[in-house]
């Protein structure tokens, strides 16, 4: 096993084989099961959403070749505050219910966007989207991002 290492530590010390290395592993942990509890894809985007408590946690899994910016909105009935964020929403209006997110050059992998609000939440009761343009035909994309609650 010692061997295996220091044979895998050698092969690692070039710069090309590290990246090559970070690329194989970006493949293989994209290709496994996240636990989300509601999924939604479409084209090179897709976005899960979870509960924990009064937060919910939003990943986006981006294909490459990325679009060029995302939009994601988070609808939520006008009794659920939000009081935060991370990253920060661009626009947030809770008389209408409303979180918008920019997401300018995304880069390609995991996104993880967490908001959080002052009382639990249920995820039956959000609704969130993502639009963009398809790189590759210029088509305008909107991900519907599904909720099953729990």
Known sequence: MLRYHLLL??????????????LLAVLVLGS???????????????AGMKRVGQEISLELVIKAPAPSALILYL???KSYKMIGSSPRADSYEPDKGMAKWLIRKPRPGHFILKVRFDNRVELDKLEGKIRYKDPDTGEKITVEIKNRGR
């Open 9 to 22: 530590w050698a092969a690692l010390r070039s710069l090309a084989a590290r990246r090559s290395m970070i």
């Open 32 to 46: 496994m099961s996240t636990g989300i509890d509601a999924v939604a894809q479409a084209s090179g985007v897709s």
């Open 75 to 77: 609808t939520m009935p």
